[in-house]
Antibody, heavy 122, light 108 residues
Framework: QVQLVESGGGVVQSGTSLRISCAASGFTFGSYALHWVRQAPGKGLEWVAVISYDGSSSYYADSVKGRFTVSRDNSKSTLYLQMNSLRPEDTALFYC???????????????WGQGTLVTVSS | SYLLTQPPSVSVAPGKTAAITCEGINVASKSVHWHQQKPGQAPLMVIYYNGDRPSGVPERFSGSNFGNTATLTISRVEAGDEADYFCQVWDSTNDHVVFGGGTKLTVL
């Protein structure tokens, strides 16, 4: 069965960096686009970034563009999110989610991980 | 940027039908997906491409998308359907995923 397991979250100081990961199993990792979506405590879902099946294209939310970088290692079935210049407003549960397509055309997110919590203190 | 608007809350009695709306300019030109999130759990896609149901989602869940409004309809509502529901599209103009603000479904 499809599994997405996020890791690497923690408590960090404002202005610092953190890299979180999403390990995938149960499907052909290199055939699907993947997304990061975050949820601040008590709030709704906020899309963060997406990367195509081969890593050749990626897109970002305006709130993280220039600070966050999404990447993937298809040989390790792992998705990454490098987060730089973190701010208190980045505090959230970060989910990875699988797209139904290899490239982003309609962004149907059919499987979600359980999330990893990132807390940015001021 | 593209905006999706959902009512903050909807209440329904068990056995009745719940309709959760998602409004956006000409949203019918986009594919709308719906996600259910129960407290303390990850989201779960319940409708994709406006009206398709993933494997395992009960037939009580259906979706439509016309004009400026997409609707998630839950028939014969059960206590276990109580959750937050989010609509979502891909905004190809800005290359962004857009989520609605979410609707809390309360089963009375």
């Amino acid at each position: 069965q499809v599994q997405l397991v996020e890791s690497g979250g923690g408590v960090v100081q404002s202005g610092t960096s953190l890299r979180i990961s999403c390990a995938a199993s149960g499907f052909t990792f290199g055939s699907y686009a993947l997304h990061w979506v975050r949820q601040a405590p008590g709030k709704g879902l906020e899309w963060v970034a997406v990367i195509s099946y081969d890593g050749s294209s990626s897109y970002y939310a305006d709130s993280v563009k220039g600070r966050f970088t999404v990447s993937r290692d298809n040989s390790k079935s792992t998705l990454y999110l490098q987060m730089n210049s973190l701010r208190p407003e980045d505090t959230a549960l970060f989910y990875c989610a699988r797209d139904t397509d290899a490239t982003v055309t309609n962004a149907a997110l059919d499987y979600w991980g359980q999330g990893t919590l990132v807390t940015v203190s001021s | 940027s593209y905006l999706l608007t959902q009512p903050p809350s909807v209440s329904v009695a068990p056995g009745k039908t719940a309709a959760i709306t998602c409004e956006g300019i000409n949203v019918a030109s986009k594919s709308v997906h719906w996600h259910q999130q129960k407290p303390g759990q990850a989201p779960l896609m319940v409708i994709y491409y406006n009206g398709d149901r993933p494997s395992g989602v009960p037939e009580r869940f259906s979706g439509s998308n016309f004009g400026n409004t997409a609707t998630l309809t839950i028939s014969r509502v059960e206590a276990g359907d109580e959750a937050d529901y989010f609509c979502q599209v891909w905004d190809s103009t800005n290359d962004h995923v857009v989520f609605g603000g979410g609707t809390k479904l309360t089963v009375l």
